[in-house]
């Protein structure tokens, strides 16, 4: 026969309190990783970057409808 093994709400509480620790301090490990990687090279920031696209007019009515309709179909 099995026994049925009652815990006390202070030993739960115990072990949700250790369970909680061990995913913070877990969590907190990748941080504390990634803070002893050697640093990236710093991005020139004296020129603005070119757009990947050249500017295209566009059609305000078809810009009104296309917008309408992806409103209704994402349910805004």
Avoid: H
């Amino acid at each position: 026969m099995s026994e049925n093994k009652q815990i006390s709400r202070k030993d739960f509480m115990k072990g949700v309190g250790v369970t909680v620790a061990g995913v913070a301090v877990t969590g907190g490990l990748g941080g504390l990783l990634t803070g002893c990687a050697a640093p990236e090279a710093a991005a020139d920031t004296t020129t603005a970057p070119e757009w990947p696209y050249p500017y295209k007019k566009l059609d305000p009515a078809k810009v009104e409808e296309r917008a309408f309709k992806g409103y209704k179909e994402m349910g805004g």
